[in-house]
């Protein structure tokens, strides 16, 4: 069977910071076809569930995409890894900055991707 979503681990949430734990399990429909011999999980998926749990812990944050900034994709996030996503809503700016990191087998932080996402409402 596939899967459209990760698998929530865990969640912590305090006001506009969020750190949630996924598996980004290999039988996702987001690694197929991205790389016949190469599965990894595309910088657009990423996007999504930045902006997808972000919209569902953050009620006050408006769910219009306007745009990206200083977004960077710097070590690729492979089948059944466990990822944290990382979310601050700054609601001054209308920003959503994430990130998605793990930990090494040597316990050291990876940083998978971050950025920053403009939100807001269409007038």
């Known amino acids: 069977m596939n899967r459209k979503s990760p698998t ?4 912590h949430i305090v006001d506009h ?6 598996c980004a399990d290999h039988q996702l429909d987001d690694f197929k076809g991205h ?4 599965a990894l999980l595309p910088g657009v998926s990423q ?16 769910t219009e995409f306007k745009g ?11 089948p059944n890894t466990i990822i944290t996503l990382t979310l601050d809503w700054v609601i001054d700016k209308q920003k ?12 050291e932080k990876n940083i998978h ?3 920053k996402i403009t939100m807001g409402i269409t007038a």
């Open 8 to 11: 929530l681990l865990s969640s």
């Open 17 to 22: 910071h969020a750190v949630i734990t996924l």
């Open 35 to 38: 790389f016949s011999t190469f």
């Open 47 to 62: 996007i999504d569930w930045a902006v997808h749990f972000a919209t569902l812990y953050f009620s006050d944050m408006p």
């Open 68 to 78: 990206m900034d200083v977004v960077k994709f710097q070590q690729p996030i492979l």
């Open 96 to 107: 959503l900055h994430f990130s998605f990191s793990s930990l090494t087998p040597e316990n």
């Open 113 to 115: 991707s971050s950025g």
